[in-house]
């Protein structure tokens, strides 16, 4: 079913329930965005996507990259919440990531010179999930997850240890943007990997990537780099 | 045991279990969950084999039963059809109890219950005032009836509501009762659940859930455990009639697997209801088909929140997800759901029972029907209490609280778990109820109520809360995660010292962040403890910011302990108990404390009985 939404002024028909994300940015508006991905499930843990919707009553910050268009629904994407929160945002993730290039650009695009929080941390993992998510629904692996909750969570394979449902396919360092899951060695068949923040080591693949599974998934792995390439815009 | 095939064998084996009773039969009621802490087993063990020696088996009934409310005198036994009331006993008391009050008739003084305002011994429980300020509703059953006997449930009325439901109303005419009783969830939110379960029923699906949120993660708070615990049938009686209702045929009930009587008595309360044909196919034949199914949860507090819930019962990490499309159109395995608190089950089969009309005429204009608190802290009488919606909070701390420990004055009550709010002395004729809570800066949540008395520093206690928020928030979305880790520290700059100018704004600033972009109602709440302190006791933050004092007492840098010299008597008292031989002084002369060499532990500050201790 076809809706009409407005995104700052500019009305559009779209699918029900098409992302306001994907909308705006049919229109060329650009949101920024941390933890989303077209090729993976929207996580909404960034919240660098918030927008203001308009649905029946009180405006709301939502997040664009998983909020649902429906019919009538007006969105303002760069208000003066939507800016404040989504800088409050940005600089909590500075403090806690002070070192990190994708935060560092993304301050200095948002016009962000400190941070007004508390700094001595340096946290090289953002917790935007995109590495568990690309493992579990690219890879159908599934072998790391979110350890640990609240301050204390963390990427990890279960209990720490070395992972049998680990493929070695190496997406998730690929898709990683801040460089938290490191490859030892030499990219390749036996390439042996490890989580930089709890460090446990990612067994190399004892198939030697011979199996059906890595096969499928050479293809991705290659449109996977160079989605990559465009997050990070390394040229 | 009998298994219903109609409406008529269940009101036919209600009137068998009547008629054997006999109203002059002696009942020993004795709380058998909460009690236990206190002993209460080997009570209840010493009843059985006194009653065996004195030939009373059969006679004289002893029932196990749920929490009674009044925690604070436990172990708790009530002898019926008397209603006399002991409180502290112990195996030891109890031969002298059967032989005198249940064979003689007579009174056991000593373990009446004292009113330690006039002094007077009070006979029966219902003469308590903590008993006798409340509106017992829900929670009546709880503490009266074995919530192991499906029997016993039956006979005090239990699954009348669920043969009117199905045998004489619509589904629809159902969810109208419900709408128009106007119970709305006790769970926190305050949601109306006729509307609710009316959207679960016009959402689209052929398979649709009901489940019972029991996770009850809030610290100090056993209201729903011990609804759980007590009397499990009233929410499984609810959640049929919802699932009628709505057109479920599948719940869930979630409970912490650390409340492992609920678990059990839950479990029971489950097999019993198959077996008499309650739960299953083609109900009381009236083509109704529901089962249940419990799922316990490790724990964590955010697994309370709906869709965290939803997601832990799928087998997921029990992280909340976007709720931009509602759980009663996709909820759990993306199904049309509906999820109440399990107090709010437990209101459901009064309602069908007695109809909207009564229900409406219980509290005030939007908050209808009575709530369940746990009152902890410096009051009195802490336990459970049950009141209409709409008792000021002066009533429910002072009449049923009995009033603050030690007679030291009032000074907040932080109600609705760790996300609410603390309410200062000036808000206390307010009436409780969903909407005032909510304008005095603190939520009903599930309905924890802890007193604070002058020696509780307003700013430490909002540091208390968000340390625990920090640990218990899922971690997933950045404003709750980060934000409260940010809190934390401002707030600890602040107790220990370190506080400066424009850390109110900050912490303010980030407090309106949190609550406009958290994903899900943690973020959006946690930052209540801090916000409602501020706003109520700014001075007292300035004090630790400004003047480096911590005007309770309680942040360790901010104060010292002096000794008033024309109070003190000279007892010594205080300088033979300090850990740290900081005090010095002859005997019947004034005492001195050493500031350099106190620790603060405050051991003399709570021993000295001419309160000669004081801060400085
Ligand atoms: C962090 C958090 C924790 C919660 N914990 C509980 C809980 O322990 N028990 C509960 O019934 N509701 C809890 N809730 C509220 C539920 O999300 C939900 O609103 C409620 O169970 C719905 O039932 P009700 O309408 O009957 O209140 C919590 C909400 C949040 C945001
Ligand atoms: S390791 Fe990388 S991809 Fe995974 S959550 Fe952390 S920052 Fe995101
Ligand atoms: S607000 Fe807190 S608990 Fe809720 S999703 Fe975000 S991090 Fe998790
Ligand atoms: S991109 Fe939407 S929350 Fe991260």
Redesign the interface.
Known sequence: MMVRITINGQMLFVQR?TPVLQAAARQGIVIPTLCYHEALK??????LC?VEAHRNGRPR???SC???AEDGLVVFTDTE?VK??RK??LE??L??CPNVPQIQRLAQKMGIKTS???KKQDERCI?C?LCVRACEEMVGAGAI??A??????HVNTPFGLQSDACIGCGSCTYICPTGCIEMVGEPGPSAHRKIRISDPDLPPCGQEHRCETCTTNQQFIEEMKEVIRKVRQVP | MPRFSSISELEDYRRSILAKQDPKTKVIRLCDTGCRAKGSPRVADAVEACLNEHGLNGRVTIKRTGCQGFCQIGPVMVIEPDNILYQKIGPQDVPEIISETVLDGNVVDRLLYKDPETGTKILKEADIPFYGHQTKIVSKKTGRIDPADIEDYIAEGGYSALAKALGTMSPMEVIETVEASGLRGRGGGGFPTGKKWRSCRDAPGMVKYVIANGDEGDPGAFMDRSLMEGDPHSILEGMMIGAYAIGAREGFIYVRDEYHIAVKHLSLAIEQAESLGLLGKNILSTGFDFTVQINRGAGAFVCGESTALMNSLEGKVGEPRAKYVHTVESGLWDRPSALNNVETWANVPLIIERGAQWYQDLGTDRSKGTKIFSLVGKVRNTGLVEVPMGVPLRSIIFDIGGGIKKDRAFKAVQTGGPSGGCIPAHKLDVPVDYDNLKQLGAIMGSGGMIVMDERNCMVDTAKYFIHFLMYESCGKCVPCREGLKQMHEILTNICEGRGKKGDLDLLESLARFMVDASLCGLGGTAPNPVLSTIHYFRDEYRAHIVDKKCPAGVCRNLFEYVIAEDRCNGCTLCRLKCPEDAISGEKKKPHVIDAKKCVRCGICYNLCKQEAVVIR
């Open positions: 329930h929207p996580y909404g843990s960034c919240r918030l910050l939502v997040t998983n909020y649902p919440r404040s929160a409050t945002a909590l993730l403090a806690r007004r929080f508390y917790l999930g997850g979110f640990g909750r609240g301050i204390e969570k």
